[in-house]
Each structure stands twice: as structure tokens, then as C-alpha cells.
């Protein structure tokens, strides 16, 4: 059985939400040095939201990270109107018959 890893990136990123939040309740703020929750002008954290953010979950108007969404963003999955990616989600202008992304 081949597994099409495009359709597990969403599990992939509510776990990772559910972990963070687990970390938030349990009082852990900081892992690894870099903070768990991040928000601000700039922001570089697992979960990261600002206008520069950088983390593993990231969205922002320039954001980098695994999982990042912005204006500009540089990710594996990455999702704006600039974006840089290794793997991408079908827009509704796309051919709706092809397999191919």
C-alpha cells in the first residue's frame, strides 16, 4: 500500500497543534531554547504568528517554516500568493482531472 503523504500533512499539522497545546497547558514555554507560542513583529517559535515568523507552524505576511502560510512564505508546505514549496495544494484553477500536482 502506497501512502500519498499530500493527504496526511493535515494530521500532521493538528498534531502538532495538539502537542503545542498540551505543552501550553502543562506551563511549558520554552523547548530547545526557542518558545513554544510565539506572536510579534517578529516571531521564531514551533508555532509562530507575526509579520517576520519562522518555526515549525508559521503564517505570517513573511513566513519560513515546515508548515508556513502568509503573503510570502518559504516552506515543505507552503501556502500564499508567493509561495515556495516542495509539495502544494490544488487552487480551483487548476485541471480538476489530472493526478498530477
Known amino acids: 500500500m502506497d501512502i500519498d503523504w499530500g493527504d496526511v500533512t493535515g494530521l500532521v499539522a493538528v498534531g502538532l497543534l495538539v502537542i503545542a497545546l498540551g505543552l501550553t497547558v502543562a506551563g511549558v514555554e520554552t523547548l530547545a531554547g526557542f518558545e513554544v507560542l510565539a ?35 518559504v516552506g515543505i508546505y507552503a501556502a500564499g500568493f508567493y509561495a515556495v514549496t516542495q509539495y502544494r495544494a490544488r487552487s480551483l484553477g487548476d485541471d480538476a482531472g489530472s493526478s498530477e500536482l
Open 39 to 73: 506572536a510579534g513583529d517578529s516571531a521564531i517559535g514551533y508555532l509562530a504568528a507575526g509579520n517576520f515568523s519562522g518555526g515549525v507552524l508559521s503564517t505570517g505576511i513573511f513566513s519560513v517554516g515546515i508548515f508556513a502560510a502568509g503573503v510570502f512564505s
